[in-house]
């Protein structure tokens, strides 16, 4: 299976934009980009999602690499309670199961 | 509307015995999928079920675990003789029929092997 590749930690300003990046450089042909966080003791929570095409929701945007082999999630207003762990996850050609990197720990300070 | 729950939240159990981790998805989703967090690691994909079905169980240990969801009641992941190897989070997550890629996570169960 694809792996995926995170920094560990990063921080961010209240009010700015977090850019999260992810590497996967082994993706194959079909295998969705997704995008989870965790809060401490929380189950993950659904951020975003995406093949090749950039993709917004309300949420956050995601820019997928033309080769796909590197994506970055990011959040254009960051506030303290986007504070959390993010994690980049493929799906095995599979469209349900989701292996996670081990993911960036993002603290938003104001 | 519910989200999905997992219960116990904390299960301490000795080399040897069983546990039973059970999972009721949110309310209208038919689809369940287990996921297991060692320390330090992301969440894996353990196995993926439907009402009275496997669906896929790949990630599966070959041995020793197993999982249902009974056509009545919670989803289930049973692990036998338990090995400290098996000390980790175990996360459900339940999905719609129609998007299966947009799974709700419960706030998982976290097993201590002693």
């Known amino acids: 299976d694809a792996k995926t590749t995170q920094p560990p930690s990063m921080d961010c300003a209240e009010g700015r934009a977090a850019n999260l990046p992810c590497n996967h450089s082994t993706i194959s042909g079909n295998e969705y980009v997704y995008w989870y966080r965790q809060i401490h003791s929380q189950g993950p929570q659904y951020i975003i999602h995406g093949l090749k095409n950039n993709e917004t929701n309300e949420m956050a945007s995601l820019i997928i690499t033309e080769d796909r082999k590197s994506s970055t999630l990011i959040l254009p207003h960051a506030t303290l309670r986007d504070t959390a762990v993010y994690y980049c996850?493929?799906?095995?050609?599979?469209?349900?199961?989701?292996?996670f990197g081990k993911g960036t720990s993002l603290l938003v300070t104001p | 509307n519910a989200g999905v729950m997992q219960n116990p939240r904390h299960l301490v159990r000795r080399r040897g015995q069983e546990a039973r981790l059970r999972c009721s998805p949110m309310?209208?989703?038919?689809?369940v999928y287990w996921y297991r967090q060692l320390p330090e690691e992301g969440l894996k994909f353990m196995v993926y079920?439907?009402?009275?079905?496997?669906?896929?169980e790949s990630g599966m240990p070959k041995e020793r675990f197993s999982a249902e969801f009974p056509k009545e009641g919670p989803s289930i992941l049973r692990i036998q003789q338990v090995v400290r190897g098996d000390s980790a989070a175990y996360f459900c997550?339940?999905?719609?029929?129609?998007?299966?890629?947009?799974?709700?996570f419960g706030p998982g169960t976290r097993l201590t092997v002693t």
């Open positions: 079920l439907q009402k009275e079905n496997i669906i896929d």
């Open positions: 996850a493929l799906d095995s050609n599979s469209g349900y199961a989701l292996n």
């Open positions: 997550a339940s999905s719609p029929a129609d998007r299966v890629y947009e799974q709700y």
């Open positions: 309310k209208g989703h038919s689809h």
